[in-house]
């Protein structure tokens, strides 16, 4: 089978897959999209949103739609690296046994990842980056294709631990979660308030989605749209050669090169998507809010002056 027919075949499996989604999830397709888009590029996403916002459901979903191995692990102050990579542990025979953690699963949802210390979240985005553990000095390589998808709830903010701008790096997308329309809330309430179980089809293979994923990265991008989305990174950055007067004014940090990577993988997958051969200046557009979202740092006046990140990200596009 050609590129031109699994880009094709991809298209038909994204929209089947949005269906099934959508047979649960009831508006947010944005954030399906995202989400998506995210596992397509072999990345990990940070869903951020206010409680009762179905970011568990929505992860659990599509991991059934996927066809995947589903793990939740709850974050909480006492959670230790071991709880969550696994532990050795002396059998029957007097033999020490390692017995794998729920990190050990194709999709990992780490709910509320900003309430555990920084040594268990460090050990959760080594995982992340490297795509294995290692425990007791042996490595351990980990399933694929491997997500995490990480919530925080961005109100109370008392016991929990932050992540580090540099951790937060690791991360392609950090995707807000915003209140259902009227309408979407009226239909929330009536579908989840009957006895009505809806049972969730497998619409990929694991092997469907690695082949998926290696078909974004072999997507050609002309020069201009490479061009287009260093610099537009690089106007995050403050006093550099392509800066704007907002990027000096408001903003303390930058995006670093990750970010341009992210633009330019998350370009090439949001064009397979749209029908398109090669992605476009459009298409870095459309993924540039949710990769530049927790790459940036505002300042002081920027708070004070109530200029948000996405105001500013808009401001630069």
Request: hydrophobic letters at 40%; glycine letters at 4%; proline letters at 5%.
């Amino acid at each position: 089978m050609s590129d031109v027919e699994k880009a094709k075949q991809m298209i038909e499996d994204y929209h089947r897959l949005k269906d099934e989604i959508h047979k649960v999830i009831i508006g947010q397709d944005a954030i399906v999209d995202q989400v998506l888009i995210s596992i397509f590029c072999k990345s990990h996403a940070l869903l951020v949103g206010v409680p009762g916002l179905a970011k568990t459901l929505l992860v659990n979903t599509i991991s059934k739609a996927l066809g995947l191995d589903f793990s939740r692990i709850q974050f909480t102050p006492d959670l230790m690296p071991s709880d969550i990579i696994g532990t050795e542990i002396l059998d029957e025979s007097k033999t020490f046994k390692f017995i794998k953690g729920p990190l050990f699963s194709n999709i990992i949802l780490a709910d509320e990842i900003n309430r555990t210390p920084p040594k268990t979240q460090a050990a959760l985005l080594e995982a992340m980056q490297e795509k294995h553990v290692t425990a007791s000095g042996k490595t351990y390589t980990l399933p694929n294709p491997f997500f995490v998808l990480a919530t925080q709830n961005p109100i109370e903010q008392e016991g929990t631990y932050p992540l580090p701008e540099a951790q937060l790096d690791r991360f392609m997308f950090h995707i807000w979660l915003d209140y259902p329309s009227y309408n979407e809330e009226l239909a929330i309430v009536r579908a989840t308030t009957e006895d009505h179980q809806i049972a969730v089809n497998q619409v990929l293979s694991q092997e469907k989605i690695i082949e998926y994923q290696n078909l974004v990265r072999k997507i050609p991008v002309t020069d201009h749209v490479l061009e287009y989305a260093v610099k537009l990174v690089a106007k995050t950055r403050k006093n550099s050669e392509f800066s704007t007067a907002i990027t000096n004014e408001y903003l303390s940090w930058g995006a670093g090169p990750r970010a341009s990577q992210f633009l330019i993988i998350g370009a090439k997958c949001h064009a397979i998507l749209k029908g398109k051969l090669s992605p476009d200046i459009e298409d870095v557009k459309a993924v540039a809010n949710p990769i530049l979202r927790h790459r940036i740092v505002r300042n002081y006046k920027a708070e004070a002056e109530g200029y948000t990140i996405d105001k500013i990200i808009e401001s630069i596009l």
